[in-house]
């Protein structure tokens, strides 16, 4: 069976050597997983995913009277943090989730980035994808990169109009810099060739599968706002707010479903 995300993590090792404006980056500290996306609906292929955005100032919810207007419940305080991500001795600072089977599907064919490669053929549609979830971590570790406006403030938006441009030109810059072939070739299947070439498609996910570590709240103490006003508790947090390498799964992808495969690390009885 191939190791999708795996095969993924060698390959951005690759590209972000060869790619100078990407050589901050440091791959140990970003974990690569799959999620669950059918291949014949919408949705995203990639995500960026940043742990190192600071805890929330303490703030809380409530409900006002509709009449009146007046408050009449408020929710404990508390803070929204990001959980903490640790594989061995390394905190991990961003994740990078591929969305399995549909990344696998991924063409160039009938989509917008099209434009930036003509000429090219479908797969690089993926590597487009690749470069551009690793354009996405901030040169100064400070979250995802900012995006400036034509006057030099920054955007809302994630990616502004020179986003797409930048990442078709690393992802030519790459290709030209003619990389070995068994570290790209595998991006050259889509998933039924995968299956048929490796038996099977499997990624890294979380033990919690479907879900993964995101932004939590935690409860925190502060005076109530009014003092006469019911209080209402915070639900407790169900995912955990620590994370290391047991933690990690290897799981089989199909059209369909996932089913669990053995632990990462955990070694199966004889
Ligand atoms: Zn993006």
Not at 2 to 23: F, G, H, K
Not at 137 to 164: M, N, Q, T, W
């Amino acid at each position: 069976m191939i190791n999708y995300t795996e095969r993924i993590a060698l390959l951005m090792d690759d590209v972000v050597r060869r790619t100078p404006s990407l050589s901050f980056i440091k791959l140990p500290e970003i974990v690569i997983f799959g999620r669950f996306g059918r291949a014949d609906a919408e949705g995203a292929f990639a995500t960026c995913h940043c742990l190192t955005l600071p805890t929330s100032e303490p703030g809380y919810f409530f409900w006002k009277d509709r009449a009146t207007g007046e408050m009449t419940r408020q929710s404990e305080w508390f803070i929204t943090k990001s959980p903490t991500v640790r594989v061995g001795p390394t905190q991990i600072k961003y994740l990078i989730s591929f969305v399995l089977p549909r990344f696998c599907n991924q063409s160039l064919k009938h989509s917008r980035k099209a434009e930036h490669y003509p000429g090219a053929p479908p797969w690089v549609g993926k590597l487009d994808t690749i470069v551009h979830e690793l354009y996405h971590i901030d040169p100064e570790h400070s979250g995802l990169r900012r995006v400036k406006c034509a006057d030099g403030s920054d955007s809302e938006r994630s990616h502004g109009p020179h986003f797409y441009a930048d990442v078709a030109r690393m992802v030519k810059a790459y290709l030209a810099s003619r990389p070995d072939p068994s570290l790209v070739g595998f991006l050259e299947c889509d998933f039924d060739q995968l299956n048929d070439r490796f038996g099977g498609v499997a990624a890294t996910t979380f033990r919690n599968f479907p879900s993964f570590p995101q932004r939590y709240m935690e409860r925190c103490e502060m005076p109530a706002t009014e003092p006469l006003v019911r209080i209402e508790p915070l639900k407790r947090p169900t995912q955990p707010e620590l994370y290391t390498e047991d933690d990690l799964d290897i799981r089989q992808f199909t059209e369909n479903s996932t089913r669990r495969l053995t632990r990462k690390g955990q070694h199966r009885a004889a």
